[in-house]
T-cell receptor
């Protein structure tokens, strides 16, 4: 079956612009995660959606970051007024409720803020 | 700070040798997972070990878990050049919360 997909694969933007990153999880997966990975670093947790529960936003670095998950499926991560330090790879993952949180990752979106 | 911390940060070995990576964590966990990341790509799940398990095998992978020391190790036997990648451990302190905490990873280079 189809895996997790993300779009765009690459995004170059100018400082101060808003960007939207999209994630399509595996069909039927109830949980969706967003992470950020800077070059050569580990994964920084951003936000977690589980079913209809309120999302865990504890990892969002500032109020310029927000995310939505519509209809329990597709998710959009929005970064407003981008800064150069936002440059990173943004990874999305999804998991099923009975899989002990084994996460299936998308290929990521590489964001470059000039 | 990260819940999981991998050691070493980088490891370089010859093809055919074994590679051992370690992960230490701080709080009690329900399970620990190892993931692999090839350069520029998403992570791929390798193996999960539950807190009541001490060792688990999958092909050339062997994972151990010592909850008393809050540490885990990943052993790759008979390494191949294709094993070159970054390896991350992820801990779940509460499976209901669903939020895995990843370490910074070990970068493994296997020379042919």
């Amino acid at each position: 079956g189809a895996g997790v997909s993300q779009s765009p694969s690459n995004k170059v933007t100018e400082k101060g612009k808003d960007v939207e990153l999209r994630c399509d999880p595996i069909s039927g997966h109830t949980a969706l995660y967003w992470y950020r990975q800077s070059l050569g670093q580990g994964l920084e947790f951003l936000i977690y959606f589980q079913g209809n529960s309120a999302p865990d936003k504890s990892g969002l670095p500032s109020d310029r970051f927000s995310a939505e998950r519509t209809g329990g499926s597709v998710s959009t991560l929005t970064i407003q007024r981008t800064q150069q330090e936002d440059s990173a790879v943004y990874l999305c993952a999804s998991s099923g409720r009975n899989s002990y949180n084994e996460q299936f990752f998308g290929p990521g979106t590489r964001l470059t803020v000039l | 700070s990260q819940q999981g911390e991998e050691d070493p940060q980088a490891l370089s070995i010859q093809e055919g040798e074994n590679a051992t990576m370690n992960c230490s964590y701080k709080t009690s966990i329900n399970n620990l997972q190892w993931y692999r990341q090839n350069s520029g790509r998403g992570l791929v799940h390798l193996i999960l070990i539950r807190s009541n398990e001490r060792e688990k095998h999958s092909g050339r992978l062997r994972v151990t878990l010592d909850t008393s020391k809050k540490s885990s190790s990943l052993l790759i036997t008979a390494s191949r050049a294709a094993d070159t990648a970054s390896y991350f451990c992820a801990t779940d302190a509460d499976t209901n919360a669903g939020k895995s905490t990843f370490g910074d990873g070990t970068t493994l280079t296997v020379k042919p």
